[in-house]
């Protein structure tokens, strides 16, 4: 009986030149995994009626408030300038105690920051005003 050890014929010793796919099959299992669980996380929320959009036509009265807001972020009371955000809060709280309160509208400029219209906003809000409304242009009909 003889016996071989080490010989360059041996099984043990070819070159194993198949890839080994168990680390990846590991992988995408673990992957399937968080997706499914995290799927029904994602899909989960509150039941809400969100409001349709609708296109009014602007009222205009005397007594409304016309507020226009430059893309600068200067604003402007009926075509005269407001130096800074105490005066334009000031008047309105002149104006937020007539009654039937006035409706403030505001017109922002295309090009202005959001930040210039949510300081005239903000400074409705802290003088009182109810009903503050947006002017915009409706969009080009094809």
């Given at each position: 009986m003889a016996m071989s050890m080490g010989s360059a014929d041996?099984?043990?010793?070819?070159v194993i030149?198949?890839?080994?796919?168990?680390?990846?099959?590991?992988?995408?299992?673990?992957?399937?995994i968080i997706f499914l669980i995290?799927?029904?996380?994602?899909?989960?929320?509150?039941?809400?009626?969100?409001?349709q959009e609708q296109n009014v036509p602007r009222q205009t009265k005397p007594e409304n408030i016309e507020l226009a807001v430059t893309k600068d972020?200067?604003?402007?009371?009926?075509?005269?300038?407001?130096?800074?955000?105490?005066?334009?809060?000031n008047r309105l709280?002149?104006?937020?105690?007539?009654?039937p309160q006035p409706e403030v509208h505001i017109r922002g400029d295309l090009a202005g920051r959001y930040e210039f219209v949510g300081r005239v906003v903000f400074?409705?809000?802290?003088?009182?005003?109810?009903?503050?409304g947006f002017v915009t242009e409706p969009p080009p009909r094809n």
């Open positions: 041996s099984d043990e010793d070819a030149s198949t890839i080994n796919t168990t680390p990846l099959v590991d992988v995408m299992l673990v992957l399937l995290t799927i029904p996380i994602v899909t989960q929320s509150v039941a809400l009626k969100l409001p972020g200067d604003v402007y009371w009926a075509m005269q300038l407001i130096k800074d955000n105490d005066e334009l809060v709280k002149n104006i937020a105690v007539i009654v400074a409705a809000q802290r003088a009182g005003i109810q009903k503050i």
